[in-house]
């Protein structure tokens, strides 16, 4: 029974602009001081979940008392990528502007999935993807859509270019098709691999190309799969190409692969996630050099542009065979305007966030230079470290550093191979318990390598040098 004592609707005004500039002064006071937490999260697994009640509140509760257990229960939970000393996978920001956009967003709180539903949902979105566009140098013969991720965009971009084919996999499923084969390097990020499991391509529908010295794919390799695919039943669909691979941020030869690709009929798609946001900075452009003869590319805001998690960028040549794909409107969402996008019928997702007006407000409060400068500063801070990896007696480098990510590892001089891994692996272990920074790992030819990739927005020389300093104090420890 509905308590009729009960106040019925949403938080009064007055404690919503309370609340609301408390929260403001939280957060700028978070944001002014993310060194005092330590980077990663240092709790056992379990611990959260044990401070939290296991049923839901009956009655409301002051905001108060929710925000305190924010910061008592929920904080010491949090890993803070954030943090200038996040050097970990590839760091992500909340920039101010992108905050502000979020909140924006959340207030609004618009569902964009026609362009009646919000217009200036869409068309801010069609606009500042036409500036991000511009910005890194793509031709204008893209046309992009803001997805959560790049995962999402290379399982929309399969799905694509499957139905390309003429296959008619969208009406009669995929049962009668012959085997499809989609390429990647070995190199290249694990969502395409998932993508090919959620759509039917399955995992051996995906085939690793080898990769040369600086683990970019090699095109001769391709051709050499293609044909034999082709002689073996295979039916080639599509290539994805690499700016910035996920280990160790290798550049895929794209002008070669979108060559190839043109000869065979075959869809190119390149995952510039992180790497292609360098295209930003004036002297960089290259590293999307071939990137307009793709079918489609995605870019991350998210990762390297300092917007708030979740902004991933889908550029495509052919939006129309993306309606073709994907477009199918219930009577209840017809609606009456004509030459308008409704972004719905270009992908999966019906509701969507409006995404766009924190990239823009981030776009606009920095601007080019703004973007370029704070990029070009993350690329400077990479060569540093690497020169620092490079001069040590004691460090390795274990591949080329084309971004501002360096993949290296400790080598003491008469260390025995065998012991290395494990040197490296309590190495990390020290640094990352330590709370100052944090890195990840992966493996380079086989051996656990340490990996710095320097990309937030806060991240300074100091906290570079301060990540290198405790490097080197942590294998003096280890070695006694
Ligand atoms: C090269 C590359 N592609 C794709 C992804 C997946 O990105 P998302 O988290 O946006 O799906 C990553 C993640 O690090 C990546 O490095």
Not at 394 to 401: D, H, I, K, Q
């Amino acid at each position: 029974m509905e308590n009729p004592l009960l106040p019925l609707g949403d938080m009064e005004p007055e404690e919503f602009r309370r609340q609301g500039h408390q929260l403001i002064d939280w957060i700028a006071e978070y944001l002014a001081h993310p060194e005092r937490y330590p980077v990663l999260s240092q709790i056992s697994p379990g611990q959260i979940k044990s401070q939290l009640p296991l049923a839901p509140p009956s009655q409301s509760e002051p905001m108060a008392t929710i925000l305190a257990d924010f910061e008592q229960v929920l904080l010491p939970g949090i890993t803070h990528w954030n943090h200038p000393g996040f050097f970990g996978y590839f760091a992500i920001s909340g920039s101010g502007p992108g905050i502000l956009g979020e909140l924006l967003c959340a207030a609004l709180n618009v569902n964009g999935m026609l362009w009646r539903t919000s217009p200036a949902a869409t068309e801010l979105e069609e606009v500042t993807l036409d500036w991000l566009r511009q910005l890194l140098g793509l031709p204008a013969t893209f046309s992009g859509i803001i997805m959560d991720t790049a995962s999402t965009g290379i399982l929309t971009v399969l799905v694509a270019a499957r139905e390309h084919l003429g296959l008619h996999a969208r009406q009669h499923g995929t049962s009668g098709l012959p085997p499809l084969r989609i390429y990647a390097s070995e190199q290249a990020h694990s969502s395409i691999e998932k993508a090919a499991i959620a759509t039917g391509f399955g995992q051996e529908g995906v085939r690793k190309i080898a990769v040369d010295a600086e683990f970019r794919l090699d095109p001769a390799a391709l051709a050499r799969a293609i044909a034999e695919d082709r002689a073996r039943g295979w039916r080639p669909c599509c290539v994805v190409a690499t700016v910035g691979t996920t280990s160790t941020t290798s550049i895929d030869p794209v002008p070669a692969i979108a060559a190839l690709c043109r000869e065979e009929g075959l869809w190119l798609h390149v995952d510039g996630a992180y790497g292609g946001m360098a295209a930003l900075v004036p002297e960089c452009r290259q590293v999307l050099a071939g990137c307009d003869l793709a079918d489609s590319i995605v870019v991350n805001p998210h990762k390297w542009l300092f917007t708030p998690i979740d902004c991933s960028a889908l550029y495509v040549k052919d939006p129309h065979l993306l309606r073709q794909t994907f477009s199918l409107v219930p009577e209840y969402l017809q609606s009456p305007e004509a030459e308008v996008t409704n972004y719905m019928d270009w992908g999966v997702q019906l509701g969507r966030r409006f995404r766009a007006l924190k990239l823009w407000m981030v776009l606009r409060h920095f601007g080019q230079e703004g973007l370029a400068a704070r990029l070009r500063e993350h690329l400077r801070l990479g060569q540093l470290f690497a020169g620092w990896v490079d001069q040590s007696p004691c460090f390795e480098r274990l591949a080329p550093v084309p971004f501002s990510t360096v993949c290296f590892r400790a080598r003491p001089p008469g260390a025995e191979e065998q012991e290395v891994d494990a040197i490296n692996e309590r190495l990390l272990q020290r640094i990352n318990t330590g709370g100052e920074v944090f890195l990840s790992h992966t493996l380079v030819q086989g051996h656990y390598a340490l990996r710095l990739a320097v990309g937030h927005i806060r991240t300074q020389e100091r906290h570079v040098a301060r990540a290198w300093e405790l490097l080197q104090e942590g294998l003096n420890h280890e070695l006694g």
